[in-house]
């Protein structure tokens, strides 16, 4: 008798490896992908004292009506969980910079509310953030390339978010 266990019969399925132009493209992509959030993470760290992640918390809040959007889409649209979400909300609330509340209109969400101190945060750094996106990204780019990093960023866009959820 046999100790090892029977795996059922599971069709062979054909992998369906990149090309040499894939391989190089994906290591590209996956490479400036990687370097350019470490570079914009770092400049904030440097010069606000926060994550990139809170500065994408507080300028999406900035561009939403009233400077209010429920915490799931939220989190969407940072591609954030709800719990490191509400983590990184409850360290901006620390600092004043955000409030939370529920929803009167439904129940079950919580609304988060960008205060004008935390405005005010935003505008002092966004000059910094913008240049470092600008100095990292954008100019090394033809506006030829832009206009292609959009078509492609937006193609990859509709692959992984096809209901649009993740965009505000």
């Keep these: 008798m046999s100790t090892s266990a029977t795996l059922p019969s599971v069709p062979p399925q054909k992998t369906r490896w990149l090309t040499a132009d894939e391989q190089r493209a994906w290591l590209a992509w996956l490479g400036a992908s990687e370097l350019l959030m470490a570079s914009l993470d770092a400049q904030l760290q440097r010069d606000a004292g926060f994550p990139h992640t809170y500065y994408a918390i507080l300028a999406q809040l900035s561009q939403a009506p009233d400077r209010t959007l429920r915490m799931s889409d939220l989190a969407g649209f940072i591609n954030a969980s709800p719990s490191r979400l509400s983590h990184a909300v409850g360290k901006l609330e620390d600092r004043g910079w955000v409030t939370r509340k529920p929803s009167t209109c439904d129940k079950r969400s919580t609304l988060c509310t960008l205060t004008d101190d935390g405005f005010a945060v935003l505008v002092e750094h966004a000059p910094g953030h913008v240049e470092t996106v600008r100095k990292t ?32």
């Design 137 to 168: 990204l954008f100019d090394a780019l033809t506006p030829e390339q832009v206009a292609q990093l959009e078509q492609i960023c937006n193609a990859v866009l509709d692959r992984l978010d096809p209901s649009g959820a993740c965009r505000p």
